[in-house]
Each structure stands twice: as structure tokens, then as C-alpha cells.
């Protein structure tokens, strides 16, 4: 009788675990930057709405973790990056042909807070208590801003007062909580998403390279047809339309 | 010391009541197992609170329910002394016993450690751990705590029964001894009726959560004679005297006896069961007994459906037992002259 | 060692720090605890104890996430009591320590109550009968009787400590030289590609420090028995 049992919860565990939900032969996979998340999802339910039977599967977050997992073989048929540096790693990996990456948008690094803080440059943050910026290990907003923030001399001030964040909208939601005295997002993310904080001040551009969203479409990605239909769709009139939408600068 | 209980207690399904008043120095309580004796201790002490009732001790009340005192343990100054040791293993030998010591009052505190370490004849344990002690050590080393926190009443809850035979007869004296010499009254719980008439006066014996009676040690072995099978046990200091054949001889008073003991000791006390003497009217020319005492019949008293015989042997006391029938065969009665047998092998030594 | 940089080497030292000093503070309380459980009779005493091992059952997140609402902003105990008095918790090393303490507590209290519950209530009843009161009792009898219990109970509070992430990054951040421990240091290398090596190297860290712990544990067990 027991053994029964035993045979029987073994076959419902194999079951459960052997077989994933069946994947669909039109699922494409993107790994997209954290800023880019409320674009990409409209562009993609646009294109789904066009071409039925395509699905997407979405993965947000910083774009060097993202990066580290595409190395690490985790499904991906286009990249959204917010920095060339990433982009550039994955192609050294041979994980992208350099033929299949075109640049997507471009914004501008921006410092939030609760108005009335009395911030008005990047030399007045180092009066704060708390900033959260982007891991630069791994998010291109926090290496934008640790760029700009060491070439203005500030580096050494601002030690032991930077939280560090998974990616751009961890960084917002702090400073929404008021955990922390501001922080250092995209301008489109203040656009879109910020409730509690403004901004601030916008970090001069010549303190840190321009932010540039490259994609590509990976090589796993390169044989999907309802991949590089996508990425075809990404260079679209229509689609620049989209990211002007949500305040992305594009061309 | 006096010691006084109006109280009532219930345990589950046993229930204890007590109601008596008892004064002394040396006191004993007995009964068989269960009976409550250690549930009232525990009144006395503090560990446990009746449910009703006052207890007092010399006349200061120590718990009353009806106006809501109930002295905490650590102030009531009353010791205890338990089966086992439970000496504190994280303290070496000098440490426990001055456990007490230090918490008690300055005014109170007329015992002294020399003293008390002189009289156990501990002094070569004291830097030791405990551990490392027999069980008659620890045990003493147990009373000396106890006495050294210079309590107005000791209560020994079984103190002996965790021993062997000959390691509590050797303890005995020293528990007497200490008592004796600071002058701390005491409560003696014990099974046993051997050690109620070493240590007691006064017994007070429980049955069923009550008090069934209070009497002298003496009296109280005398009663249990007829219930016993071992009846009346007689307790004998011999001094040894020489070997013969194979038996050792003792002086007993006046008197002679063979015993098969096997000690060389120059004194040792020895139990002989009353059941064990056999008594003639006449002397029997011929016996296998080795021994055959003249002695005399001082009392005679009744004891469940047997007598007991009380004797006078050469200046020491005896007790026989016998049925009714035997003692009018023989016309027993006080002031006649009888002759008592008792083999060699009838004698047990205790310590 | 590999290019540790400064943030590194004082990710280390904040893990000991942290873990040290939850763990010192977790001490007067988790006895008490673990006292009042074992030796004393009170209504709510259930309550207590599943209390006390709740963070056990939770994720640490869960726990960090509910420090947050206590303690941060919009927290009760940070209107009443805290932002009158201009004591700031969140994103500190406090709050580190907070975090780390509540999720190791119910391990001390274990710990102890197991030490504690193998002390003879005899010993109790005799301490007391000699004339010690209640407090006289712990300190003279349970607390040298349940020092084994205490010494495993820190051990594993602290060691537990050394690794807690999940409570930690919500309530005190990853702010590199405040509050980031050798977890969260670890977290931000292994999310970067080329981080590996040092995440590595940080692991190999917390290994060494983690064994140190257990062989010193070890250690202070055979010291106690050789005493006895």
C-alpha cells in the first residue's frame, strides 16, 4: 500500500517538474533595461497586436546583470541596453553580431527629490545625507552618474553616502519613500514615473557621455523570423513614435 | 523548636490535611511512599503553598491564607537536606557549602565553616569540585551546606536512602553530631523505622495526607511490630572481643554473644530481628544456638495479634516477640526469669 | 589578496562589526527570553513563543520589509518615538544591526532554553532554600549553569549574522562602507559581469571567517569540559 503511494507522488513530482508550460514556437524573449520597461512593453503589445500568434517574454533590469545572465545562457533574442558598454561585452562573447545592433534612444541623467529640498546643482548633493544611484558595477544610470560625479570632483565628499540600487527604478522608489534625500534616475523615468519627487536638476552633459540605448538582436535571436521582424519593427516611425511618448530622445 | 500546621492541600487527586501542633528538637516524620510527607516539607519550606491554612514555626506564622502572607523560600531560614545531593556543579567544594553562609543575615551567622568542616571531617575536600567526591563526600558536603546557612530548622527529606547500607551507617553520626553541636532542630523524613529511633524524639506518622499519630520513636517501632515481618528490630552496640571458631565473640554488657559478623571493628552496631529470639521457660540443657541469655521480663505489651517480650539482659534491653498462645504456654508475665536463644547468624551488623 | 579595494576590505570589517555587535545586543534579551520561558508560568506565554520564532519561519525579506514599516517614515515606532527624538534608522549600520539581530534572536533563544532546560530544578529549589531570591538564582545558578547554551547560541547568531542579506538590503541598503556586509558586497559582484573574481574571492572570505567561528566555538567547548 505504501509503495503504491510512494510510486504514485512520484510520478506527479515528475510530472509537475519535467514538463514546463509548453513554449510556444513564436515566444521571443527580450532582456530589457529597467528604464526602457513601460516603452518596450507598449512597442511589443503593439507588434503582438499586429502579428498574432507572437509572444513575448519580458525581463527587466540593470543591463549588466542582464548582460551576465544572457553570458550565462539565459534566453534572449533582443537586448535593450542602456549603455554601449554592455552591448559591446556581449559582442565580445560573440553573443551578438556586431551587424545586428542599431542604436534605439537617448536621455539625459537627472537628480529627484522631494521639492523644496534646496538642490540645484550637482555640487549642492554632497550637503545630503543619502543619494541612491544605480550599482555602477552594473547599471549604466549609476555609471553615468558616478562618471559625472567624479569628474566634477565630488567622488570623496560623496563616500559613504551613496545607496546603492539593482537598477534605475529601485534608485526612484527610494527616493519616493524618502529613504533616501534624492537620487540619480533618467529624466524619462522622472517623467513617467516619479509621484512623491521632481526633479531637481539635470546632470550636465558634459560631465558624462551621452546616454545611448543600443539593441541588438542576438544570435539565438537572429534565427527567430518573429524576432527580427521585431527588431525591424524597433527602427519604425512608429515605434520612434512610442519612445517619444515616454520622453526618450530619439535620432 | 516549635512547628505548627493548620492547613489543607490538593494535588490532583490526592489531598493533603493537616492539623497538629509539634515541639522539639529532633523531629521525624514517617510513612510509606506517597503518603505526603514530602508534600508537607514542602508547606514548611515554601517550595509549595496550601490551599488553605496557616503554617507557623516558633509561633511566627509563615504562611496564612487568610490574610494573604506567604513568606518567600530564601527568607523562611529553613534548610533542607535532600535524597540526593544537588550540590552546584559550578562551584568547587568551599564555595557550596558557603553558598548559604553568604546570604545569611550577620546577626544570624553563629556557625562557622571551621567549625562545621571539623565536624564532617571535610577539610581535605574543600578546593575539590564536585565531581570528583564519592556519594558519602557529596552527601556530606550536602548537610554541611545546609547547616552552614544557619537555618532555625533543618529538614532532611530522606537523606540516606540514596546510600548504601554501610555508607548511611557511617553518615548517621555525623548527621547527629552536627545538629547536636550548633543546636539546629530538625525534621527527619524517613521509611525507615532503623533510622527514625537513631535520629528522632518525637515521629509523626503520615498515612493518606493526614496526620495518623504522633508518638515517641520507641513507641512507634513497638506498634509496627505486629505488621512487620521483621517485628521489633533490636539495635545493639557490641565491642568486639576475639575470635573463635570461625565466630566472632562480643561483649554486651554483662553478657556474651556469638555472632557471624564479619567485622573487626572495636564497636559496631547490630540489628537482630525480635522474631529471631526464641524463648524457654527452663534452661534447655542442649542448644545449636551459640547464644543463651538469662534474662528478665520487664514489660509486656500488645502489638497487632502478637506480644512483645521486653527484656532485661545483663544490665541491656531486649525485645522478643511471640503469639499469644506461646506466651501463656509459658506463662509469660513482668518480673519472671526466661532464657532467650539466639543463633549467631540472627545478628546483622549496620555500619 | 586579490585587488581587494577599500569598500571591500570595509565590507568585511562591517559584517564583523554587525554580526558582533547584533549579537551583544541580542544577549541580555534572548536570556531573558529564554528565562522566562523555561522558568516562569504566565498567560500569553504561547504568544511569546511564537513570536520569538516567527522570524525563523519568514523570509528574510518578509522581516526586513516589516522592519521597514516599523521603523521607517511612515512606521509607528518612528512618529512616537524616533523622529521626536531626531533618531534617523533606516539605511544605517543600526538598522543593519536591527535587521540581523531580529532574525537571529529566536536561534539565541533556542539556544539558551536548551541549556537552560537541562539545569535540575533541584538545584533551583536547594539555591533558594540557602536563601537566594529570584534574581540571586539566575545570576548565581541558571546563568553559570546555561553558559554553554548561551556560548552555541551566540556562535549561531553570529555566524547567521555574518550571512544575513534578504533583511538587510531593505532596511539598511547597500551603501558601500555603511552598510554594505561581505552578502551585499558579494550581491553587487555577481550581478556584474565582470565581477566573478572578486565574488569569488569575497565568498572565500566569508568561508574562512565562518570556520574561524566553528573552530573557536569547538575550542571553547573543550575548555568547558576540561573545567568541569
Known sequence: MKFRTI?????????????????????????????????VTELSADFAKKSPGVSFQRNFGGSGALAKQ??????????????????????????????????????EVVFVGKPGLK????????????????????????????????????DKQLENKLVMAKDVRECLMYAERGEVDGAFVYKTDAEIMAKEVKILFIVPQNLYPRVTYPVALTVTGSKKAEAVAFYGFLQSAEARKVLSKYGFAVK | MEMS??????????????????????????????????????????????????????????????KGLNLPVEQRRVGMVFQRPHLFPHLNVKHNLLYGHRRCA?????????????????????????????????QRVSIGRAVLSNPRLLIMDEPLSGLDDSLKFQIIPFLKNVCETFQIPYLFISHSMIEMRIMTDQVLSVADGRIAGQMT?????????????????????????????????????NAHLFASGSSDLPESLFELSSTDIILFKRHPEAISARNLLQCRVTDVFESGNRLGIEMECGGERLIAEVVRQAAEDLGIERGIKVYAAIKATAFRRLG | MPGFTPTDYSAILLSIKVATT?????????????????????RGRVVLDVFVNLPLTLPPVVVGYLLLLLLGQQGWISKVLLQPLGIKLIFTWKAAVIATAVVGFPLMVRSIRTGMETIDIRLIQA??????????????????????????????????????????????????????????????????????????ALCCVSITISIAVLIFHEWLGRQMIRTD
Not at chain 3, 158 to 186: D, M, W
Open chain 1, 7 to 39: 510510486k504514485l507522488l512520484l510520478c506527479v513530482f515528475c510530472f509537475v517538474f519535467l514538463t514546463g508550460p509548453a513554449a510556444l514556437a513564436a515566444d521571443v524573449n527580450l532582456s530589457v533595461a529597467a528604464s526602457l520597461r513601460e516603452a
Open chain 1, 70 to 107: 544572457i553570458e550565462n545562457g539565459a534566453p534572449c533574442d533582443v537586448f535593450f541596453s542602456a549603455n554601449v558598454e554592455w552591448m559591446d561585452y556581449l559582442e565580445g562573447k560573440r553573443l551578438i553580431d556586431a551587424s545586428n545592433i542599431s542604436t534605439l534612444a537617448f536621455n
Open chain 1, 119 to 154: 538642490v540645484h546643482r550637482l555640487q549642492d548633493v554632497v550637503k545630503l545625507e543619502k543619494i541612491a544611484i544605480g550599482s555602477p558595477k552594473s547599471v549604466p544610470a549609476g555609471q553615468y552618474a558616478m562618471e559625472a560625479i567624479t569628474k566634477a570632483g565630488l
Open chain 2, 5 to 66: 500546621i493548620n492547613a489543607s492541600k490538593q494535588f490532583g487527586s490526592f489531598r493533603l490535611e493537616a492539623d497538629f501542633t509539634v515541639t522539639g528538637q529532633r523531629i521525624g516524620l514517617f510513612g510509606p511512599s506517597g503518603s505526603g510527607k514530602s508534600t508537607l516539607v514542602g508547606l514548611v519550606v515554601g517550595l509549595h503553598q496550601p490551599d488553605h491554612g496557616i503554617v507557623s514555626l516558633d509561633g511566627e506564622a509563615i504562611f496564612d491564607s487568610r
Open chain 2, 106 to 138: 550577620p546577626e544570624n551567622r553563629k556557625i562557622t565553616l571551621d567549625s562545621v568542616v571539623g565536624v564532617l571531617q571535610i577539610e581535605h575536600l574543600l578546593n575539590r569540585g564536585v565531581s570528583n567526591l564519592s556519594g558519602g563526600e557529596r
Open chain 2, 217 to 253: 520513636a520507641e513507641e512507634l517501632a513497638r506498634s509496627r511490630m505486629g505488621e512487620s515481618h521483621a517485628g521489633y528490630i533490636n539495635l545493639l552496640k557490641l565491642k568486639y572481643s576475639h575470635r573463635l571458631d570461625g565466630l566472632h565473640v562480643y561483649h554486651w554488657g
Open chain 3, 22 to 42: 547584533a549579537t551583544l545586543i541580542s544577549l541580555p534579551f534572548g536570556f531573558t527570553v529564554a528565562y522566562l520561558m523555561t522558568f516562569r508560568k504566565f
Open chain 3, 127 to 200: 539555591s533558594r532554600t540557602l536563601g537566594a531570591g529570584w534574581f540571586d538564582n539566575v545570576i548565581t545558578i541558571i546563568l553559570p549553569l546555561s553558559i554553554r547554551g548561551i556560548i552555541a547560541g551566540s556562535v549561531l547568531m553570529f555566524a547567521r549574522g555574518l550571512g544575513e542579506f534578504g533583511a538587510t538590503i531593505i532596511v539598511a541598503g547597500n551603501i558601500p562602507g555603511v552598510t554594505q556586509t561581505i552578502p551585499l558586497a558579494i550581491y553587487e559582484y555577481v550581478s556584474s559581469p565582470r565581477g566573478d573574481v572578486m565574488a569569488m
